[in-house]
Protein backbone atom coordinates (compact mmCIF):
# COMPACT_ATOMS: atom_id res chain seq x y z
CA UNK A 1 0.00 0.00 0.00
CA UNK A 2 3.12 2.41 0.52
CA UNK A 3 4.36 1.95 -2.36
CA UNK A 4 1.05 2.92 -4.08
CA UNK A 5 0.95 5.94 -1.82
CA UNK A 6 4.22 6.88 -2.97
CA UNK A 7 3.58 6.49 -6.83
CA UNK A 8 0.78 8.94 -6.73
CA UNK A 9 3.74 12.11 -6.62
CA UNK A 10 4.22 11.03 -10.42
CA UNK A 11 0.70 11.23 -11.57
CA UNK A 12 -0.28 13.82 -13.85
CA UNK A 13 -4.02 14.48 -13.99
CA UNK A 14 -6.67 16.15 -16.45
CA UNK A 15 -9.54 17.76 -14.47
CA UNK A 16 -12.53 18.36 -16.45
CA UNK A 17 -15.59 19.41 -14.17
CA UNK A 18 -18.38 21.18 -12.56
CA UNK A 19 -16.71 23.76 -10.03
CA UNK A 20 -18.24 25.41 -7.03
CA UNK A 21 -17.37 27.91 -4.09
CA UNK A 22 -18.67 26.17 -0.94
CA UNK A 23 -19.42 28.29 1.58
CA UNK A 24 -20.05 28.33 5.27
CA UNK A 25 -21.74 30.79 7.57
CA UNK A 26 -20.67 29.41 11.19
CA UNK A 27 -22.59 30.37 14.69
CA UNK A 28 -25.09 29.25 16.94
CA UNK A 29 -28.32 29.42 18.01
CA UNK A 30 -30.34 29.83 21.33
CA UNK A 31 -33.43 31.11 20.67
CA UNK A 32 -36.65 30.77 17.73
CA UNK A 33 -37.22 34.38 16.19
CA UNK A 34 -40.09 36.05 16.96
CA UNK A 35 -40.86 36.84 13.38
CA UNK A 36 -41.31 32.93 12.49
CA UNK A 37 -41.05 29.42 13.46
CA UNK A 38 -36.59 29.43 12.42
CA UNK A 39 -33.92 29.89 14.76
CA UNK A 40 -31.86 32.80 14.88
CA UNK A 41 -28.20 31.93 13.79
CA UNK A 42 -25.76 34.29 15.82
CA UNK A 43 -22.37 34.17 13.23
CA UNK A 44 -19.11 33.79 14.26
CA UNK A 45 -17.38 32.72 11.58
CA UNK A 46 -17.40 33.02 7.72
CA UNK A 47 -15.16 31.04 5.25
CA UNK A 48 -15.00 29.50 1.51
CA UNK A 49 -13.28 26.49 -0.01
CA UNK A 50 -13.18 25.17 -3.06
CA UNK A 51 -15.99 22.45 -3.87
CA UNK A 52 -17.08 19.92 -7.11
CA UNK A 53 -14.30 19.83 -9.08
CA UNK A 54 -12.37 22.49 -7.51
CA UNK A 55 -12.12 20.02 -4.38
CA UNK A 56 -10.80 17.28 -6.64
CA UNK A 57 -8.07 19.26 -7.25
CA UNK A 58 -7.92 20.27 -4.09
CA UNK A 59 -7.28 16.44 -2.70
CA UNK A 60 -4.87 15.89 -5.94
CA UNK A 61 -2.70 18.87 -4.87
CA UNK A 62 -2.59 18.43 -1.55
CA UNK A 63 -1.60 14.31 -2.37
CA UNK A 64 1.66 16.31 -3.98
CA UNK A 65 0.70 14.57 -7.43
CA UNK A 66 3.23 16.15 -10.12
CA UNK A 67 0.78 17.94 -11.58
CA UNK A 68 -3.09 18.54 -12.24
CA UNK A 69 -4.63 20.87 -14.96
CA UNK A 70 -8.39 21.85 -14.35
CA UNK A 71 -10.79 22.48 -17.24
CA UNK A 72 -13.99 24.48 -15.98
CA UNK A 73 -16.46 27.60 -15.98
CA UNK A 74 -16.40 30.02 -13.84
CA UNK A 75 -18.36 33.85 -14.05
CA UNK A 76 -16.76 37.25 -14.22
CA UNK A 77 -17.81 37.57 -10.81
CA UNK A 78 -17.04 37.85 -7.20
CA UNK A 79 -16.97 34.16 -6.64
CA UNK A 80 -15.09 33.02 -10.27
CA UNK A 81 -12.52 35.51 -8.66
CA UNK A 82 -12.66 33.98 -5.23
CA UNK A 83 -12.10 30.28 -6.99
CA UNK A 84 -9.00 31.77 -9.01
CA UNK A 85 -8.06 32.87 -5.89
CA UNK A 86 -8.03 29.45 -4.19
CA UNK A 87 -6.90 27.51 -7.40
CA UNK A 88 -3.59 30.13 -7.27
CA UNK A 89 -3.09 29.95 -3.67
CA UNK A 90 -2.77 25.92 -4.28
CA UNK A 91 -0.07 26.65 -7.43
CA UNK A 92 1.73 28.61 -5.26
CA UNK A 93 1.64 26.28 -2.42
CA UNK A 94 2.12 22.88 -3.79
CA UNK A 95 3.64 24.01 -7.60
CA UNK A 96 1.41 21.39 -9.45
CA UNK A 97 -2.12 22.95 -10.10
CA UNK A 98 -3.06 24.83 -13.64
CA UNK A 99 -6.41 25.85 -15.13
CA UNK A 100 -7.98 26.58 -18.13
CA UNK A 101 -11.26 28.87 -17.45
CA UNK A 102 -14.20 29.00 -19.78
CA UNK A 103 -16.62 31.54 -19.69
CA UNK A 104 -20.29 31.22 -17.83
CA UNK A 105 -22.91 33.28 -16.64
CA UNK A 106 -22.92 32.34 -12.84
CA UNK A 107 -20.48 30.97 -11.15
CA UNK A 108 -22.07 28.33 -8.84
CA UNK A 109 -21.80 28.63 -4.82
CA UNK A 110 -23.05 26.50 -2.15
CA UNK A 111 -23.56 28.14 0.91
CA UNK A 112 -24.42 26.18 4.27
CA UNK A 113 -25.62 27.97 7.23
CA UNK A 114 -23.96 25.71 10.29
CA UNK A 115 -24.84 26.21 13.99
CA UNK A 116 -23.19 23.54 16.51
CA UNK A 117 -22.60 21.40 13.68
CA UNK A 118 -25.57 20.77 12.14
CA UNK A 119 -27.06 22.92 8.85
CA UNK A 120 -29.29 24.76 9.20
CA UNK A 121 -30.11 25.91 5.66
CA UNK A 122 -28.04 25.66 2.61
CA UNK A 123 -28.68 28.56 -0.27
CA UNK A 124 -27.53 27.56 -4.06
CA UNK A 125 -26.32 30.33 -6.72
CA UNK A 126 -26.30 28.38 -9.83
CA UNK A 127 -27.55 28.32 -13.92
CA UNK A 128 -27.99 25.22 -15.17
CA UNK A 129 -26.85 25.92 -18.75
CA UNK A 130 -24.85 22.60 -20.81
CA UNK A 131 -21.80 24.02 -22.52
CA UNK A 132 -21.91 24.37 -26.29
CA UNK A 133 -19.94 22.06 -28.55
CA UNK A 134 -17.57 24.79 -29.15
CA UNK A 135 -16.33 24.49 -25.87
CA UNK A 136 -16.55 20.64 -25.32
CA UNK A 137 -14.25 20.98 -28.80
CA UNK A 138 -12.06 23.23 -27.48
CA UNK A 139 -11.40 21.20 -24.10
CA UNK A 140 -10.72 17.80 -25.93
CA UNK A 141 -8.42 19.81 -28.57
CA UNK A 142 -6.44 21.44 -25.88
CA UNK A 143 -5.61 17.94 -23.84
CA UNK A 144 -5.16 15.80 -27.54
CA UNK A 145 -2.50 19.11 -28.49
CA UNK A 146 -0.40 17.93 -24.79
CA UNK A 147 -1.66 14.41 -24.74
CA UNK A 148 1.52 13.21 -23.01
CA UNK A 149 1.72 15.69 -20.76
CA UNK A 150 -1.34 13.09 -18.56
CA UNK A 151 -1.52 9.87 -17.13
CA UNK A 152 -5.12 9.74 -16.51
CA UNK A 153 -7.88 11.95 -17.28
CA UNK A 154 -10.80 12.31 -14.25
CA UNK A 155 -14.00 13.68 -15.29
CA UNK A 156 -16.19 15.01 -12.43
CA UNK A 157 -19.78 15.61 -12.65
CA UNK A 158 -21.89 17.68 -10.84
CA UNK A 159 -24.62 18.17 -13.22
CA UNK A 160 -24.31 21.79 -13.59
CA UNK A 161 -23.44 21.55 -17.78
CA UNK A 162 -19.80 21.08 -17.75
CA UNK A 163 -19.99 17.49 -18.69
CA UNK A 164 -22.32 16.61 -21.77
CA UNK A 165 -22.38 13.27 -23.91
CA UNK A 166 -21.00 15.41 -26.46
CA UNK A 167 -17.80 16.17 -24.41
CA UNK A 168 -17.79 12.24 -23.67
CA UNK A 169 -17.70 11.32 -26.91
CA UNK A 170 -14.86 13.62 -28.47
CA UNK A 171 -12.93 12.86 -25.52
CA UNK A 172 -13.43 9.01 -25.95
CA UNK A 173 -12.58 9.30 -29.76
CA UNK A 174 -9.73 11.30 -29.07
CA UNK A 175 -8.40 9.37 -26.35
CA UNK A 176 -9.03 6.00 -27.39
CA UNK A 177 -7.43 3.39 -25.17
CA UNK A 178 -4.18 5.58 -24.83
CA UNK A 179 -5.48 7.18 -21.52
CA UNK A 180 -7.37 5.58 -18.73
CA UNK A 181 -10.54 8.02 -18.09
CA UNK A 182 -12.48 7.96 -14.31
CA UNK A 183 -15.94 9.31 -13.54
CA UNK A 184 -17.08 10.50 -10.47
CA UNK A 185 -21.05 10.57 -12.21
CA UNK A 186 -24.09 12.64 -11.87
CA UNK A 187 -27.43 10.97 -12.45
CA UNK A 188 -28.77 13.77 -14.88
CA UNK A 189 -26.20 13.05 -17.93
CA UNK A 190 -26.64 10.37 -20.08
CA UNK A 191 -22.91 8.41 -20.49
CA UNK A 192 -22.08 6.77 -23.87
CA UNK A 193 -20.83 3.67 -24.23
CA UNK A 194 -17.10 3.97 -22.70
CA UNK A 195 -14.86 0.85 -22.75
CA UNK A 196 -11.92 2.50 -21.55
CA UNK A 197 -13.50 4.42 -18.27
CA UNK A 198 -14.06 3.33 -15.16
CA UNK A 199 -16.65 5.14 -13.59
CA UNK A 200 -17.31 5.81 -9.18
CA UNK A 201 -21.12 5.89 -8.48
CA UNK A 202 -22.25 5.78 -5.14
CA UNK A 203 -25.19 3.53 -4.22
CA UNK A 204 -28.22 5.76 -4.35
CA UNK A 205 -26.06 7.18 -7.84
CA UNK A 206 -25.98 3.50 -9.22
CA UNK A 207 -29.56 3.04 -8.72
CA UNK A 208 -31.08 5.75 -10.65
CA UNK A 209 -28.53 5.13 -13.73
CA UNK A 210 -28.97 2.57 -16.35
CA UNK A 211 -29.24 -1.02 -15.00
CA UNK A 212 -26.97 -2.32 -18.24
CA UNK A 213 -24.15 0.36 -16.78
CA UNK A 214 -21.55 -2.39 -15.81
CA UNK A 215 -21.52 -3.03 -19.72
CA UNK A 216 -20.91 0.14 -20.67
CA UNK A 217 -17.91 0.68 -18.51
CA UNK A 218 -14.15 -1.15 -17.88
CA UNK A 219 -15.52 -1.14 -14.40
CA UNK A 220 -18.19 0.20 -11.89
CA UNK A 221 -16.66 0.76 -8.77
CA UNK A 222 -19.54 1.72 -6.32
CA UNK A 223 -19.24 3.54 -3.44
CA UNK A 224 -21.29 2.45 -0.44
CA UNK A 225 -20.89 4.45 2.86
CA UNK A 226 -20.06 2.17 5.74
CA UNK A 227 -20.75 -1.61 3.59
CA UNK A 228 -17.75 -0.27 1.66
CA UNK A 229 -17.47 -0.84 -1.70
CA UNK A 230 -18.52 -3.31 -4.87
CA UNK A 231 -16.10 -3.48 -7.67
CA UNK A 232 -17.98 -4.65 -10.99
CA UNK A 233 -14.93 -5.21 -13.91
CA UNK A 234 -16.22 -6.24 -17.13
CA UNK A 235 -15.64 -9.56 -18.16
CA UNK A 236 -15.87 -10.70 -14.73
CA UNK A 237 -18.98 -12.40 -12.92
CA UNK A 238 -17.78 -12.03 -9.16
CA UNK A 239 -17.99 -9.07 -7.41
CA UNK A 240 -15.20 -7.61 -5.61
CA UNK A 241 -16.25 -6.50 -1.90
CA UNK A 242 -13.83 -3.82 -0.20
CA UNK A 243 -14.95 -3.37 3.33
CA UNK A 244 -15.32 -0.14 4.81
CA UNK A 245 -12.82 1.22 7.44
CA UNK A 246 -13.86 0.98 10.84
CA UNK A 247 -14.53 4.32 12.08
CA UNK A 248 -16.97 5.41 14.90
CA UNK A 249 -16.36 9.24 14.26
CA UNK A 250 -17.73 10.16 11.18
CA UNK A 251 -18.43 13.67 11.51
CA UNK A 252 -19.32 15.21 7.84
CA UNK A 253 -19.94 13.14 4.30
CA UNK A 254 -19.48 15.97 2.25
CA UNK A 255 -16.64 16.10 -0.56
CA UNK A 256 -16.18 12.17 0.65
CA UNK A 257 -16.55 11.33 -3.05
CA UNK A 258 -13.85 13.75 -4.24
CA UNK A 259 -11.43 12.63 -1.94
CA UNK A 260 -12.18 8.89 -3.63
CA UNK A 261 -12.41 10.42 -7.02
CA UNK A 262 -9.20 12.17 -6.75
CA UNK A 263 -7.32 8.95 -4.82
CA UNK A 264 -8.40 6.40 -7.10
CA UNK A 265 -7.80 8.73 -10.13
CA UNK A 266 -3.66 9.16 -9.29
CA UNK A 267 -3.17 5.54 -8.40
CA UNK A 268 -5.01 3.95 -11.59
CA UNK A 269 -2.78 7.01 -13.58
CA UNK A 270 0.53 5.91 -11.89
CA UNK A 271 -0.15 2.02 -12.74
CA UNK A 272 -2.13 0.73 -9.41
CA UNK A 273 -4.82 -2.07 -10.38
CA UNK A 274 -8.60 -1.26 -9.96
CA UNK A 275 -8.63 -3.39 -6.75
CA UNK A 276 -5.48 -1.66 -5.47
CA UNK A 277 -6.71 1.81 -6.37
CA UNK A 278 -9.87 1.54 -4.59
CA UNK A 279 -8.30 -0.05 -1.57
CA UNK A 280 -5.58 3.44 -1.32
CA UNK A 281 -9.34 5.35 -2.03
CA UNK A 282 -11.21 3.49 0.63
CA UNK A 283 -8.85 4.67 3.44
CA UNK A 284 -8.53 8.15 1.89
CA UNK A 285 -12.72 8.09 2.44
CA UNK A 286 -11.92 7.38 6.02
CA UNK A 287 -9.91 10.12 6.63
CA UNK A 288 -12.23 12.90 5.40
CA UNK A 289 -15.30 11.77 6.89
CA UNK A 290 -13.73 12.50 9.99
CA UNK A 291 -13.65 16.53 9.63
CA UNK A 292 -16.44 18.87 9.21
CA UNK A 293 -17.22 20.62 6.03
CA UNK A 294 -15.58 19.92 2.68
CA UNK A 295 -12.26 18.85 3.50
CA UNK A 296 -9.32 17.56 1.18
CA UNK A 297 -6.35 15.04 2.28
CA UNK A 298 -3.12 15.32 2.11
CA UNK A 299 -0.52 13.14 1.30
CA UNK A 300 0.84 12.69 5.09
CA UNK A 301 -2.70 12.14 6.55
CA UNK A 302 -3.26 8.86 3.80
CA UNK A 303 0.32 7.79 5.34
CA UNK A 304 -0.35 8.38 8.53
CA UNK A 305 -3.75 6.39 8.27
CA UNK A 306 -1.80 3.36 6.01
CA UNK A 307 0.90 3.28 9.08
CA UNK A 308 -2.38 3.13 11.81
CA UNK A 309 -4.37 0.55 9.66
Known amino acids: MFETLERLKGARIAVIGDIMLDRYITGSVDRISPEAPVPVVFVQKENHVLGGAGNVVANLSKLEVDNVHLFCRIADDQFGELIKLELNELHNKYNNTEATYFGHNQTTVKTRVMADNHQI?????EKLESIPAATADSIVHRITLDLNSFDAILISDYGKGMITRTLLSLLQAAVGDVLPICIDPSPKTEYPKMLNAIILPNTKEKESMDPFIT?????????????????YCLGREDIIHIKAIDI????????????????????????????????????AASVVVRHAKTYAISYDELYF?????
Open 121 to 125: VRFDR
Open 248 to 283: SDVVDTVGAGDTVTAVFTAAIATGATIQEAAQLANI
Open 215 to 231: DKFQAVVETAGSYGMYL
Open 305 to 309: AINNL
